[in-house]
């Protein structure tokens, strides 16, 4: 069993302890957090051990699991990998590429293991269709949050777009080519509402937008390829899969089939795959154990988070000057 550390004791970081006492891989030894008075709050309301110094969390555990502010993703991965301790960093993997880069680099030297906390990529939505997903070529998704002010001191892009630019990537197997994107501050400093265009060198094009200042939560993938269109709601935890197929010479009554202009004959048919029931946070951190005692690739490296700002940090540079209204 390995002994796991929390660094952060925030909203997202008290969810983390919680399901790191609960599991059965990992040996929750406590957290730290610069705010004392925070610290001892979270340690009397949950009854777990509370660090005032973070290096004796790190020294007390083989895993640290970083839920910071994005900020000080950088130092604290950091300080715990030149410790040779694996480290489970929040999405974004960092600030800046370069900082990601610096990480992937010092995780090699080390030998420890990195996974990058990209959530989606363990909605069981997403699980129950994910390989059936072949060569999309053009995707839609639709991130809309109701606002909260919590998030809001970075673009709508770091703070829910990238969810899908890591999804989208985990899925085109291509290098990105052309992104054009527009971006909109409404309430925040920094834009609230985005949308862009992702061009891969396969072909593949894929039309993102994000907002979190909408009427109403949506998190929807739609994703069209040769023969099938596959539709996730990671919010509702639902999937849709239409596929076509060459028609028979005589198709039954109620068997739905379209007829191109070359006279290609195809019939349309539907799937219901089976979606689990799980908690994503939990099982993200599962099989980040797993990964560290087979020794094996984690399901969100470094590197793929790395990817993912770079792409996230590219559409925020294609705003050029973003409006406000």
Do not use: W
């Not at 130092?75 to 370069?98: D, L, N, S």
């Not at 409404?186 to 909408?214: E, H, K, M, Y």
Request: with cysteine; charged share 25%.
């Amino acid at each position: 069993m390995l002994k796991a550390g929390v660094l952060g004791a925030g909203h997202l970081g008290k969810i983390h302890l919680r399901l790191l006492r609960e599991s059965a891989r990992y040996e929750l030894a406590g957290f730290y957090d610069p705010d004392a008075i925070q610290g001892k709050r979270v340690s009397d309301e949950l009854g777990i051990p509370y660090f005032d110094n973070m290096n004796a969390l790190m020294d007390a555990v083989d895993m640290v699991d970083v839920v910071t502010p994005t900020l000080s993703h950088f130092e604290c991965a950091k300080k715990a990998i030149e410790k040779g301790k694996h480290v489970f960093i929040e999405k974004p993997i960092t600030h800046t590429y370069e900082e990601a880069q610096e990480l992937i680099r010092l995780a090699e030297k080390h030998g420890v293991k990195g996974q990058v906390g990209h959530v989606e990529r363990f909605n069981p939505a997403f699980s129950a269709v994910k390989d059936q997903i072949e060569q999309p070529m053009f995707i839609e998704t639709h991130r809309l949050a109701e606002f909260n002010p919590r998030g809001t001191d970075v673009p709508v892009v770091l703070d829910l777009m990238i969810h899908d630019i890591d999804i989208i990537l985990s899925v085109v197997q291509s290098d990105v080519t052309d992104i054009q994107a527009s971006g909109v501050s409404v309430i925040s400093a920094s834009p609230d509402i985005a949308n862009a265009r992702i061009a891969f060198q396969n072909g593949c094009v894929a039309n993102l937008t994000a907002s979190r200042i909408s009427l109403k939560n949506m998190r929807k993938s739609r994703f069209f390829q040769r023969d099938a269109y596959i539709s996730v709601d990671f919010l509702e935890r639902k999937v849709e899969v239409v596929k076509m197929k060459d028609a028979p010479e005589q198709p039954g009554a109620f068997d739905m089939v379209l007829q191109n202009a070359e006279g290609d004959r195809k019939q349309i048919y539907f799937e219901n795959p089976e979606i689990g029931q799980n908690n994503a946070i939990l099982d993200e951190l599962e099989t980040f154990a797993q990964a560290i005692e087979n020794n094996s690739e984690p399901v969100v490296s470094l590197k793929q988070g790395a990817q993912a700002l770079d792409i996230a940090l590219r559409v925020i540079k294609a705003f050029g000057t973003p409006t406000s209204i």
